[in-house]
Every structure is written in structure tokens, then in C-alpha cells.
């Protein structure tokens, strides 16, 4: 959850290390550091705090000869787990000689027995983290100026997960990058090699990387990659081309990512389903799969795992795997999954959702589907991230990154991609070709359809600034549009902090219209799909309790003018594809709600982007 860049090159590192370390603020966003060569020691400097604030302390503490002459170094911004984010706390951390400093992502679970074997050896600690144990570790089996050997023992010493960096006073030409379960691309430039725990830091400088596998050791200079395993022993990686290009991770005139990325929607979708539909065949064609049509007829049930906005995706394709696929489909909560007994079989397709690819509990849950015999894919967003890895198999989403920690592109994609494999899996079972040819013409549409909704945008804009005072919300649907309620609701309380609660209509009367009062609004979602002509009820419901309603509904759909106090209109849409155009709007009216509020909308309190981290 938060996020490492080292750099070995001609040019002066602490600017570069700095800048594109901006670009990972989105993993984690409480305190930063960062770490250099200086005059045959190291300089280190850290703060709580924004990584503009660090910067601002390097230009003012640090003298331009350090500025200037540093040609390597290490640099962290964190989101805390073990200790607060403190100075202290902040990442590098460095050795009992001062002389290794080191960035870390993960968690060391054996870190406080390592920490009372140090201690019992003389070592004293300055932070309550578990990285700084790790680096005190390297520094212990740091001998004869092997610092790679010392790192391949503190790796196997250390247990839980890591991506480090790690920079020494005694070879100031190089890092030893290491991964086990948290990531680490290596970017490799002309004459300059930048890591980065993700590749939004890399791709301004370079789009030749190398992903490491998880117990690799790399040592890296300015014109050198060697990757050898944790026991010491050398391997090849190959070098992979980034699929995006540096604009892919810039706001590109927008006010914040998450607006671009909501407008990136239609290109967005485009990317996912481009090449995909054979529509003369009426299905999709999804080769990561690896699934012969007769493994596909054989699937006895969907077990789709995820967390947060990933899992929102997942509800919705449930209702597509059943409806086209008639397949029995289940949705769990990633990390309930994993701490029950999950009853699977060797039928069961586990199919993991992930925009990040790296989230802790459902990378978990893959592990135990694995374990138990199921067949597992995978539907990430990231390429070659943890997820994708394991599971083998899978969909990307070709998005592009999404920066904005509150998702938007990923949903969107999420389920158009689901909606393809539900019609795949149709067609490998009992859908008829002429549905398949229309539900292929449904996503075919998708990208005009996501248009459309932004046409709105403004009209949205005004209808949340009446809202935009609100303490608590309920957001309700019926069918797909139940998950989009609940996507919308997630949205809402994300970026703008107020209590939204997602309901199907039909349990508000079970308990929440208890809530409901004049200052209480309601969103419900009446669009032309199935469970509309309840909504009116469920709408009138509202009405008597004097709930102001704002009715999400399709095209020119009058009926709700005199119900609702407001309505946003999204473009009818076929059923099946329906949730995409919805949710697309929830998304604009929480934005501008917390536009209005004044909140940091990229960069929510208490929340990071990828969840890595029980
Ligand atoms: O990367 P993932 O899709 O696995 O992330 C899952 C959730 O952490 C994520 O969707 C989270 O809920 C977002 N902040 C939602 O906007």
C-alpha cells in the first residue's frame, strides 16, 4: 500500500527520485523518504506528510552539491500499519551502522522475534516498524561488502512479504531490489535503471521493464540488471514492453485523476472489449482463458472473489453468469472466503477480481481455491501483478492505469468484461446464437452509451450541489442495479465522507426507512430494468416519510418527474448493459458532491489504492 522508487544513472536522482515518487502517491500518502550516496556515507531525510513536502525539505536542507552530485538513491511514501506516520516511522530505514538504508512494502510477520534477537545483540531501534527490523537484519549478515548474499539471507530469514530497496554507502552505483509477494518492475533506460513498486513511476523514463518474480534478488546499476533467486542463484527475466505511455499516468488537464478517469470511460471500455466480439458467431473471445469450449461446459459453478468496487463488479456478473450462462454463481467477499472452510470442487471456476491485482485478501482466497483443487482465473486490471501471476489464467481489462484510489474505469470494465465471459460461457452451453449476436450489439454500444452519461455531466453537477450539505444518503436499486447501489454508495462515502448506505429497495421496509426523514435523501435507481415498476412503490415509500428522492432512470422516462425532488438520466440501455451507463453517473454525482465539500478527492482520508494488507 505504498510506494518504493530507487534510481542508479547519470542524472541527479534526489529531483528524479522526488517527482517520481508524486506519482505513486496514491498507494500511500502519510509520510515519505528518501535516501542517497553522500560523500561516502548516506544522506537521509524524512517527513510526515505529503511527498510535496519532502521535496520542499530536500531543496531547502539539502545543499545543491548533494542535489546536484547524488546519482542514486531510494525513496518511499508510506500509508502506516506497524506504528503512525511518524518521522520515525517514515521509510528508509537504516542498519545499526548507518551505512544500508532500505524502502519496504509488505509486512515482516516474524518481525518482532527478529527485532528481540537484534535487540539481544546489541542493535537499538528509532521506529516501531517492522521494515526497519528487516534492514537491520541485511546489515547483520551484511559481511566482506556482499550486500546481495546479505539480502538473499535476510530474505530467507524474514517471513511475509516484501518488495525493498536497498542502498549502501559502500557501492553507491547500485540497489538490491528484492520482491516476495509485493511487487518490484525494474525499468531499464538508456545508461539508467529506475525501480518502482509500480509502473506509474517508471513509465516517464522508460517503457522496457522487467517484472520479478516473487524470491528473486536483482542488483541493479545504471547499465546492468542480474536477477538471481533468494538462494543466490542467477536466473533470466525477460524485459516486457509498458503497454501505456506517460500521459496514461498524468491528470491530462483534469482537476483530478478520478475525473479522468471517469471521462476515460468510453476509450476505457473501447480497450476492453476491442477484439474480443466475434459477433458473425454471436460470442467473445477471451484467450486468456486457456478454456476449451468443453472445460467451459463443464464448469459446475462461478465462485467469484473479490473486495470493495472489485466485488460490486462481481455481484453484478452474477447475474449475468446466471442469466446467460446458466451457470450457479456465487460472489464472496474475498476475505471471508479465506478465513472459512469454502466448499469447493474441481467443477468450481474461482474466478478472482482484482483491479490491482495485489489486494492481500483476495490474492489469499486464490491460494486456498488453488489449494482445494478448483480451477482458478483471474480479472485484473494491473499486468503482471501478483494475481495475474498466480492465477495463470485470466482477463486482462486493459483500462489503462487508474490512479484515482476511488475506482471508476476498473468497475466499468470489470463488468463489461464479465458481461463477455458470461456470454462466452453461454455460448459454450445452451445461449442461442441470435441472443448472442445481440448481447455482442449491446457491448458493442457500450462506449457510445458511456458517452452519453458524460453529456450529463453539468446537469449532474447541479443536482449534486443541493446535496452537497448532506450528512447521510441511502442509495437503492433492485437486480444489477442492487450492486450499483452499493458501488454508488462506496463512491459517495469514499471521497466526500458522508454516511451513504446502499440497499436493494426491497429491505429498506426491513429496517432502514426508520432512518428516513426530511434531511435524509434517497437515490434510487429506476431505470428501465427489471424490478422498475417496485421501485415506483419503493420511491412513494420514501415520499411519505418526506425523503427527498433523486431518481436515476433511463432516456426521456417521465414517470418520476412529479415523484422525485430530482433525476438524473442516464441512456436505455438493453438490461444486461444497463448497470455500466448507471453507474457511470453515480460516479459524477459523487465526485461533484465532494468537489463542492472541498475534499481531496485523489487522495481520500485513511484510504490507499491497493489494499496489500489483511
Ligand atoms: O485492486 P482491487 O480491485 O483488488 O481493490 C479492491 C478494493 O480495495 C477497491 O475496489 C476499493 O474498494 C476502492 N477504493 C474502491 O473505490
Avoid at 113 to 123: K, N, S, V
Avoid at 136 to 150: I, K, N, P, S, T
Avoid at 250 to 269: C, N, T, V, Y
Avoid at 325 to 336: G, K
Wanted: charged fraction near 25%; charge should be negative.
Amino acid at each position: 500500500m505504498c510506494g518504493i522508487v530507487g534510481y542508479v544513472g547519470p542524472r541527479p536522482a534526489p529531483e528524479l527520485l522526488i517527482s517520481s515518487l508524486q506519482r505513486l502517491e496514491y498507494r500511500g500518502y502519510d509520510s515519505a523518504g528518501i535516501a542517497v550516496p553522500d560523500g561516502g556515507g548516506l544522506a537521509v531525510l524524512k517527513s510526515p506528510g505529503k511527498v510535496r513536502t519532502l521535496g520542499d525539505r530536500v531543496r531547502s536542507e539539502w545543499a545543491p552539491a548533494l542535489r546536484e552530485g547524488a546519482r542514486a538513491g531510494i525513496a518511499h511514501t508510506r500509508w502506516a500499519t506497524h506504528g503512525p506516520p511518524t518521522q520515525a516511522n517514515a521509510h528508509p530505514h537504516c542498519d545499526q551502522s548507518g551505512r544500508i538504508a532500505l524502502v519496504h512494502n509488505g509486512i515482516i510477520e516474524n518481525y518482532a522475534d527478529i527485532r528481540r534477537q537484534l535487540e539481544a545483540q546489541g542493535h537499538t531501534f528509532a521506529s516501531q516498524t517492522d521494515s526497519e527490523v528487516l534492514c537491520h537484519l541485511v546489515g547483520e549478515y551484511y559481511r566482506d561488502g556482499d550486500l546481495l548474499q546479505a539480502v538473499c539471507a535476510a530474505m530467507r530469514h524474514a517471513e511475509g512479504t516484501l518488495g525493498i530497496a536497498v542502498l549502501c554507502a559502500d557501492r553507491p552505483d547500485q540497489l538490491i531490489i528484492a520482491r516476495r509477494g509485493s511487487p518490484i518492475v525494474i525499468g531499464i533506460g538508456d545508461d539508467e535503471t529506475v525501480v518502482a513498486s509500480d509502473a506509474a513511476a517508471i513509465v516517464a523514463h522508460t517503457n522496457r521493464v522487467i517484472y520479478l518474480n516473487d524470491d528473486d534478488v536483482a542488483v541493479v546499476t545504471a547499465g546492468s540488471v542480474e536477477v538471481r533467486t533468494a538462494q543466490n542463484v542467477p536466473v533470466s527475466r525477460e524485459v516486457a514492453k509498458l503497454e501505456w505511455d506517460s500521459e496514461a499516468a498524468e491528470k491530462g488537464g483534469f482537476a483530478h485523476f478520478m475525473l479522468k478517469e471517469i471521462f476515460e470511460q468510453p476509450d476505457a471500455i473501447r480497450n476492453s472489449t476491442r477484439g474480443r466480439l466475434d459477433e458473425g458467431a454471436g460470442t467473445a473471445k477471451l484467450g486468456g482463458l486457456a478454456m476449451a469450449p468443453r472445460e467451459i461446459a463443464e464448469i459446475g459453478r462461478m465462485v467469484m472473489v473479490a473486495c470493495g468496487t472489485s466485488m460490486h463488479a462481481g455481484l453484478v456478473g452474477r447475474f449475468l453468469f446466471e442469466d446467460l450462462a446458466d451457470l450457479p454463481a456465487d460472489v464472496e467477499q474475498a476475505a471471508e472466503f479465506r478465513y472459512r472452510n469454502p466448499i469447493l470442487s474441481p467443477r468450481d471456476l474461482v474466478l478472482a477480481i482484482s483491479q490491482s491485482g495485489e489486494t492481500a485478501d483476495t490474492l489469499a482466497a486464490v491460494r486456498e481455491a488453488k489449494q482445494k483443487g478448483a480451477v482458478i482465473a483471474g480479472l485484473c486490471n494491473v499486468v503482471g501483478s501478483t494475481i495475474a501471476r498466480e492465477t495463470g489464467r485470466g482477463v486482462y481489462l486493459h483500462a489503462g492505469p487508474e490512479i484515482g484510489v476511488a475506482s471508476t474505469k476498473a468497475f466499468t470494465c470489470q463488468v463489461s468484461v464479465l458481461l463477455m465471459m458470461a456470454l462466452k460461457f453461454g455460448r459454450c452451453r445452451r445461449l442461442s446464437r441470435d441472443r448472442g449476436v445481440e448481447i455482442c450489439r449491446a457491448i458493442a454500444a457500450l462506449p457510445d452509451a458511456a458517452a452519453r452519461v458524460l453529456e450529463q455531466n453539468d446537469a449532474i453537477a447541479k443536482i449534486a450541489a443541493k446535496y452537497a450539505a448532506i450528512r447521510d444518503i441511502f442509495y437503492i436499486g433492485r437486480g444489477t442495479m442492487y450492486p450499483v447501489a452499493l458501488e454508488g454508495a462506496l463512491k459517495l462515502k469514499e471521497i466526500s465522507y458522508i454516511h451513504a448506505e446502499g440497499y436493494h429497495a426491497a429491505e429498506l421496509k426491513h429496517g432502514p426507512i426508520a432512518m428516513l426523514e426530511p434531511v435524509v435523501p434517497v437515490l434510487a435507481i429506476a431505470t428501465d430494468t427489471p424490478g422498475r415498476e417496485k421501485m415506483v412503490g419503493n420511491i412513494q415509500e420514501c415520499r411519505a416519510r418526506h425523503s427527498p428522492v433523486i431518481a436515476v432512470v433511463s432516456g426521456d422516462d417521465r414517470q418520476f418527474d412529479d415523484m422525485a425532488a430530482d433525476v438524473i438520466r442516464v441512456p436505455a440501455c438493453p438490461a444486461l448493459t444497463a448497470p455500466i451507463p448507471v453507474a457511470i453517473a453515480l460516479q459524477l454525482f459523487a465526485y461533484h458532491v465532494a468537489r463542492l465539500k472541498g475534499c481531496e478527492i485523489d487522495q481520500p482520508r485513511n484510504l490507499a489504492k491497493s489494499v496489500t494488507v489483511e
